[in-house]
DNA sequence: CACTGAAGATCATCCACATGCGCAA
DNA sequence: GGTTGCGCATGTGGATGATCTTCAG
């Protein structure tokens, strides 16, 4: 990652795909993003103008500047001039917007040398980007961009969790739950207030946290909670292990360095890089009330998504939706996760020491546990189900009553 | 490295019929 | 609104063949 763009190696890069983990320019970003549905799924979004590697959190509007987090508070974080530098967020986004679409969201865009035109006008249909003009306590106009593939957007709904104080901001700037989104709040202490998972920089050891969590995470808490799946859905476990295996391992546990949850209101773990389970187009739920057909639809892609509203919250993991309080969900290190405000990624942190033996090993104990389960078949009717027991076969297959059979589970044995 | 065949894994299909469900009376 | 009767669709398990994946040569 550097300075030029990764794809042409000509422009300066602007846009960090954190899917490719490319620097790309505007142009390259568009062209690469175009090529196909899953590329456009890819969640892209500024990167930092001062280390040219990690993605930009915040954009300071008086010193015209994209930082990342680390940037930000090496720069300015043990500064107490720092209270009077006015941030605006920079949010993901993903699709194939143009270069005026983008422009109007982040106006400064257009201050970059590489601000070229669009390549894919014809592709807007299918990204909607809304601003969120939700002022911000600096006064600020924070722009939110809120996509998901389908082209359903979140943006009120997650204005809506935003205020509800439970969902904390995708890629914002991590805030302490105090101070939920204020980003001109006084300098803060280095030892205090950055959420425990917040790891935009390089240096934050919110890596090992996560890294224990991938340590701690236990396949048999998410058989426990799948068991609703069915009957939320009406479709059986087996699809909840098609989630598994089709969204990939990566899915589970990250793609790469990338965490586990995607908050960016996509809800959805980022599982494009599967290929024959996704085939089913991932509808990305993230909204007051995720459709069941749409949560039906996307089977194959592990959904975790997370809503709230009046003081409710609702969790889906792959087809589980549980209505329960923020508490219930500190059970799991997975939505622990969302309540900690971890931001819509970590970028990769080439500096991080972060093992991936962690990953490494969550993944084998995953591709362990996946061997060993059983994903036994849910039974709908107990009724037929007995009558099938008892039911006289040939060949496996169902005879009339009275015919000869082969096979007979009362008695084991043959009528010839 | 590419190819091939074997072995194993996975999946879809078939069967009969009681039951669930929608609809009309 | 509640009940009854009718017809159709559904779902149930084991065996089997087709298809896919993996791996050794």
Redesign the pocket.
């Known amino acids: 990652m550097g300075y030029i763009c990764d794809f042409c190696g000509e422009q300066r890069s602007m846009v960090y795909c954190r899917s490719d983990a490319a620097c790309l320019c505007l142009s390259c970003d568009q062209i690469v993003h175009s090529a196909n549905a899953l590329s456009k799924r890819h969640s892209r979004t500024l990167l930092c103008e001062r280390c040219n590697s990690q993605p930009a959190l915040v954009r300071r509007a008086e010193e015209r500047i994209s930082l990342c987090q680390n940037c930000d508070w090496t720069g300015y974080g043990s500064s107490t001039s720092a209270s009077t530098h006015k941030r605006q967020t920079i949010n993901c986004y993903s699709g194939c917007p143009s270069v005026s679409e983008l422009s109007s969201i982040w106006p400064f865009i257009l201050d970059f040398p590489s601000g070229g035109g669009s390549t894919c006008e014809q592709e807007l249909g299918l990204m909607s980007i809304a601003e969120n003009s939700t002022k911000n306590t600096w006064g600020l106009t924070e722009n939110t961009i809120c996509h998901n593939a389908s082209g359903i957007v979140g943006v009120n709904d997650r204005c809506e969790i935003a205020k509800s104080g439970v969902w904390h901001e995708a890629s914002s700037v991590p805030e302490s739950s105090s101070v939920p989104n204020n980003l001109d709040q006084p300098t803060r202490s280095p030892n205090s207030s950055l959420p425990k998972l917040y790891c935009p920089g390089t240096k934050c050891p919110a890596r090992y946290e996560g890294a224990d969590l991938y340590e701690d995470f236990n396949m048999a808490e998410m058989d426990l909670n799948l068991e609703n799946y069915e009957e939320l859905f009406g479709v059986t476990l087996n699809n909840s292990e098609e989630l598994f295996e089709n969204g990939g391992i990566d899915s589970l546990f990250g793609t790469k360095d990338m965490p586990i949850v995607d908050s960016n209101c996509q809800g959805a773990v980022a599982a494009e890089g599967s290929s ?1 389970g996704l085939v089913n187009t991932i509808q990305p739920t993230c909204g007051n009330a995720p459709s069941t057909d749409s949560m039906i639809s996307t089977k194959t892609e592990p959904i975790l998504c997370f809503t709230a509203r009046q003081g409710q919250s609702s969790l889906s993991f792959s087809g589980l939706t549980g209505e329960s309080n923020a508490g219930d969900y500190q059970d799991c290190g997975t939505s622990s996760m969302l309540l900690m405000g971890e931001p819509s990624w970590c970028p990769p942190c080439p500096e991080s020491p972060l093992p991936s033996a962690n990953r490494s090993d969550a993944v084998k104990r995953y591709m362990e546990k996946k061997k060993t389960r059983k994903f036994e ?1 849910k ?3 107990v ?3 007995a ?3 008892v ?1 006289r ?1 040939v ?7 009275g015919d000869a059979y082969d ?1 007979d ?1 009362l008695s084991q044995t043959r009528s010839f």
Do not use: H, I, L, N
Not at 395 to 401: E, P, Q, T
């Open positions: 024959v078949k039974v709908r009717y009724s037929r189900k009558r099938a027991d039911r076969r060949k496996g297959r169902f005879v009339k009553a096979y589970p």
